[in-house]
């Protein structure tokens, strides 16, 4: 279970806000690393997302994990999907709004709102019907796997 995940990006304050907006979440400091904000949603997991500034690079420190600046990127290979409660015209609003960039995909089993912070990182938003197909198709990975391993080409 993920309780929270970490994010760089070029305006922490900025994108917590719209998050905390789109998750119906609040938007707080997050003190071990200055300028960065955690928005927090009211649900049973503890969900979480902390927003670091652009350069920020988490690191090994001797008791726990530090923090450092340098070597900002455009674009990770890092994403999170988020089951919402606000509807896909909301979102595509928000995201007009921030000139951020909103699609609806269809992944196959399921579909999903690709959400581009600031557009360099992804979020699968998922709305309740699209987390509905979501879960469905997860709880039967296995039974998809074994029905696609004909395909499947080891290297």
Known sequence: ??????IAVD??????NVLAEVLQGRCFPFPPHEGSYMVIVDDSFGTGIELYPADTQLIPEPEQVGFSSGNSQNFTSVH???SISVSQEQIAQIADREGWLVRLCDRGPFKVLEFWV?????LELLTPEMAKDYLQFVANYEAFLNQ????????
């Open 1 to 6: 279970m993920f309780h929270h995940i970490s």
């Open 11 to 16: 305006h922490p304050l900025h994108v917590a």
């Open 80 to 82: 999170a999907a988020l």
């Open 118 to 122: 600031e557009n360099k990182f992804m």
């Open 148 to 155: 696609a391993a004909p395909q499947l080409v080891e290297a």
